[in-house]
Nanobody, 127 residues
Framework: QVQLVESGGGLVQPGGSLRLSCAASGFSLDYYAIGWFRQAPGKEREGVSYISSSDGGTYYTDSVKGRFTISRDNAKNTLYLQMNSLRPEDTAIYYC????????????????????WGQGTQVTVSS
């Protein structure tokens, strides 16, 4: 059974840090491009960060560059998102997603290109 399970969300004060994890089962992340998305109330789901399956290159949406770091541990079949200097506008449900190598990396923000999604983990940044 193919599954992605996120964890690590929670309530944090502005300026704080969280590390999200996404554990994959039923398939190997080695052969998939993987990314993090988020959805705030009343807003569309947006791409946050992504790791290419072809060359391991990393991509970030402008608002998180310099604050968030995406990484993967193939041995553990797990994806991570280290989030530092968190801001109230980072508040959202965070999802991990995986897709095949069919698509080019330039399309990483296209949600419908992803084959598998996790259930999401809530991140709330508030004082």
């Amino acid at each position: 059974q193919v599954q992605l399970v996120e964890s690590g969300g929670g309530l944090v004060q502005p300026g704080g840090s969280l590390r999200l994890s996404c554990a994959a089962s039923g398939f190997s992340l080695d052969y998939y491009a993987i990314g993090w998305f988020r959805q705030a109330p009343g807003k569309e789901r947006e791409g946050v960060s992504y790791i290419s399956s072809s060359d391991g290159g990393t991509y970030y949406t402008d608002s998180v560059k310099g604050r968030f770091t995406i990484s993967r541990d193939n041995a553990k079949n797990t994806l991570y998102l280290q989030m530092n200097s968190l801001r109230p506008e980072d508040t959202a449900i965070y999802y991990c997603a995986a897709r095949t190598r069919l698509y080019g990396d330039s399309t990483w923000k296209v949600t419908r290109s992803y084959n598998y999604w996790g259930q999401g983990t809530q991140v709330t940044v508030s004082s």
